[in-house]
């Protein structure tokens, strides 16, 4: 559906993307992680041709996006904020959108609108960051695209309509096998969502993996030693998610047998092999709690 083949981009000077290459597939959901400034939106931007890379080629259904500019109407990018939408109230975008992707479905967004009573008349700006989302997620569904960018669709919401923005996306791709590349920094989000993830680190895609697979490839143990093992540990490199005083959370490969030798060569009191969580195997593969 989407292939992004061997894209660089520089900005001000700056590599934010080398040589980044994947596939989606059609009717998936594909997460998009990395800490800030590694690129992930930079990629969105560039897969919409808002921004042209330097070097490589963004094809859809094989045909080459850039040389064939009507195909961008199957494309629909989300950004965090959509300041082109300050001044106009819901029926105002509508007709906009209308001349702009003639498969416009207003029928559907209405039934969308009056489900999650968003006010019609009020102008944009004037939502809360909540109904900002759920009306962008709106019209762009009704748009029909083959495939949906979302830039942190899920950024600043409450709980309840979060859980509404993610049930609407997950409809949507059930019902029309839409197409959805979805960065986020709630991994929550990502692990209710998506099959595949890839993984932005520094300005290169470093992996492509599916979600299952990443976690089963690791093991959270939880041990508890007489004294600090903080150093020995990390000295090591096994990764520490937690430490309690003398209680310590750390996260190995499941294959690597000579980490766990290692911690149980220490001695703890107490050890605990259990299942992990897709945020705690980035926090490990970041290191220490700094957040992406």
């Known amino acids: 559906m989407i292939e992004v083949r061997n894209v660089s981009k520089k900005l001000n000077g700056r590599e934010v993307l080398s040589d980044v290459s994947f596939k989606i597939g059609e009717g998936e959901i594909f997460g998009l992680l990395g800490r800030n400034g590694s690129g992930k939106t930079t990629l969105l931007r560039l897969i919409q041709q808002i921004l042209l890379p330097d070097e490589g080629e963004i094809y859809f259904k094989d045909v080459l996006v850039k040389d064939h500019p009507l195909v961008k109407q199957n494309i629909v990018f989300m950004p965090v904020v959509n300041p082109y939408f300050d001044r106009y109230n819901y029926g105002q975008l509508v007709q906009l959108l209308k001349h702009i992707y003639p498969k416009f479905d207003v029928t559907y967004a209405n039934e969308l609108v009056n489900r999650y009573e968003i006010p019609e008349k009020v102008k944009y700006r004037e939502l809360s960051t909540g109904l900002?989302?759920?009306?962008?997620?709106?019209?762009?569904?009704a748009i029909k695209p083959a495939v949906i960018l979302l830039d942190e669709p899920t950024?600043?919401?409450?709980?309840?309509?979060r859980n509404d923005v993610l049930q609407l996306m997950i409809d949507e791709v059930a019902e029309r096998q839409t197409t959805i590349l979805i960065t986020s920094h709630r991994l929550e989000d990502i692990e209710r969502m998506c099959n595949r993830i890839g993984f932005l680190e520094g300005n290169e895609l470093t992996s492509v993996m599916d979600l299952d697979e990443l976690k089963n490839d690791y093991v959270k143990i939880q041990m508890a030693f007489e004294e600090d093992m903080n150093l020995s540990i990390r000295k090591n490199g096994v990764a520490i998610l937690d430490q309690a005083g003398v209680f310590y959370t750390a996260l190995v490969l499941k294959t690597d047998e000579e980490a766990k030798e290692y911690l149980k060569s220490l001695k703890p009191k107490v050890w605990h092999e259990l299942p992990v969580n897709l945020e705690e195997v980035f926090i490990a593969k970041f290191g220490g709690k700094r957040r992406w």
Not at 132 to 141: R, W
Not at 155 to 161: H, L, M, R, S
């Open 155 to 161: 950024d600043g919401i409450d709980a309840v309509t």
């Open 132 to 141: 900002k989302k759920q009306l962008s997620l709106i019209l762009s569904f």
